[in-house]
């Protein structure tokens, strides 16, 4: 059983940073990217950035110049720094584990339990 713990999420002034941290627990064998994705009310579920396995990062428009996602691939971590933040990033974030094998199983996705950033105008 792959699970995902978020931790990082809070209130924020604008043009103020926050850093958001997702590991990854149980048994991964092969694991294709780790990302963020966000919510905000009355709207559908965003891709932040990716960070795939081997691979470039891809950004959010919205979000280039300000995010910066990484990983920490001994440890199944992913992180997201967020700065120069604007009152529009206001949203739940979830953390996203895409391509995993995990003992025998394979699934496309697991999702963290989402943390909520609030940016204050």
């Known amino acids: 059983q792959v699970q995902l713990v978020e931790f990082g999420g809070g209130l924020v002034q604008a043009g103020g940073s926050l850093r958001l941290s997702c590991a990854a627990s149980g048994i991964i064998s092969r694991l294709s990217a780790m990302g963020w994705y966000r919510q905000a009310p009355g709207k559908k579920r965003e891709l932040v950035a990716s960070?795939?396995?081997?691979?470039?990062?891809v950004y959010a428009d919205s979000v280039k110049g300000r995010f910066t996602i990484s990983r920490d691939n001994a440890k199944n971590t992913v992180y997201l720094q967020m700065n120069s933040l604007k009152p529009e990033d206001t949203a739940v974030y979830y953390c996203?584990?895409?391509?995993?094998?995990?003992?025998?199983?394979?699934?496309?996705?697991?999702w963290g339990q989402g943390t909520q950033v609030t940016v204050s105008s």
């Open positions: 960070a795939p396995t081997g691979g470039s990062a």
């Open positions: 996203n584990a895409h391509g995993v094998v995990s003992d025998i199983y394979y699934r496309d996705d697991y």
